[in-house]
């Protein structure tokens, strides 16, 4: 029913759990398959109710075995083991032999009540298994940042939404004989977390941040689980990170191209004045020295700053007269 074998780990029978269980949860198909799916559904929480611990998959192997031989053993009083199905003949060795026609006209689930219990393995008198205490999942989330705050660090309030392991069921779906009220049945609930999360300055993309205890609840007393945060720098218009650089670009008039000038020139850190030299050619870069990323041994990137020439979105009729003749001057350099 799980689509696992029969030497597949716990962690393997829970994730098959948990998708079996979301691919056929009643609330996600229509009204025409909603009965076929009910049923489904039961048949998954069936199963994993009976391997889904390491105290019940070891009771189940057993039960296998027995099958496979053809009996079952009934205890002595019927009070502990397995309950002996209606119908089913005693042999001479405490067992109950069982074939595929004593199940008759029942379900699988009356079978398995008949054989477990309605609580659980065991006759219903049997107190509940119970469960250790185990650590929570820790849980992961995007942390989005601008340029500039991965760049100095510094505090965040950040709200977060988070797919968690459900508390109430501990992610089993269930809870007694019918589904988990607190999350129909999916063994997971979206919670929404406020948390002030400290950011080291220079993070890097892709980098984490682990916040402890802040990650799924624990099941049966167990410690809480972590967030793991994964950094991801939104672009900027400004600036570009490359490796432990920075590049950014300046724009710059012709005449200043040509005479050379002092310009302000965009950082993280603040605007700066740079020289500009005489005669520079458009696409050239300037390079500002440790103005860029911090590496992890300390040492500072540079800024490369491009410098682009542009030209004056309008021109009075003198600073016209003044290009026309620049226009003439370098044609008569050209005849000459």
Request: proline share 4%; net charge neutral; aromatic share 6%.
């Amino acid at each position: 029913i799980l689509g696992v074998d029969s030497k597949a780990s716990e962690q393997e029978i829970k994730t098959a759990y948990r998708k079996a269980a979301r691919k056929h949860h009643p609330d996600l198909h229509t009204k025409n398959e909603k009965a076929a799916a009910e049923e489904k559904f039961k048949e998954i929480n069936e199963a994993y109710t009976a391997i889904g611990s390491p105290e019940k998959r070891a009771q189940y192997d057993q039960l296998v075995a027995d099958m496979k031989s053809g009996r079952f053993r009934q205890p002595a009083g019927g009070a502990q083991g397995y309950s002996q199905y209606a119908g089913a003949a005693a042999d001479g060795g405490g067992y109950a032999r069982y074939t595929t026609e004593d199940m008759g006209g029942g379900s699988f689930s009356d079978f398995f009540e008949s054989i477990f219990g309605r609580g659980g393995f065991g006759s219903a008198q049997q107190g509940p298994v119970r469960q250790a205490p185990a650590r929570g999942q820790d849980l992961e989330s995007d942390l989005s940042l601008t340029i500039r705050e991965a760049y100095h660090g510094g505090t965040k309030t950040m709200q977060f939404s988070l797919r968690s392991v459900c508390p109430t069921c501990g992610g089993t779906g269930v809870l007694g004989q019918g589904l988990c009220p607190d999350c129909q049945g999916t063994g997971s609930k979206t919670t929404q977390k406020t948390l002030e999360v400290r950011i080291p300055p220079f993070v890097r993309e892709g980098s984490k941040i682990r916040l402890k205890g802040q990650g799924a609840q624990g099941s049966a007393g167990g410690s809480q689980g972590d967030l793991l945060l994964t950094v991801r720098i939104q672009p900027d218009a400004g600036f570009a990170i490359s490796g432990s650089n920075l590049e950014t670009a300046v724009r710059i008039t012709p005449q200043q191209a040509v005479l050379g000038d002092s310009v302000s020139v965009p950082t993280l850190d603040g605007t700066l004045m740079v020289t500009i030299p005489p005669m520079m050619h458009s696409g050239r870069k300037l390079r500002l020295r440790s103005k860029g990323w911090q590496d992890k041994d300390g040492l500072r990137g540079d800024l490369y700053v491009t410098v682009a020439i542009d030209i004056p979105a309008t021109l009075d009729e003198g600073q016209l007269e003044l290009y026309k003749r620049l226009a003439e001057l370098e044609k008569e350099a050209d005849r000459a």
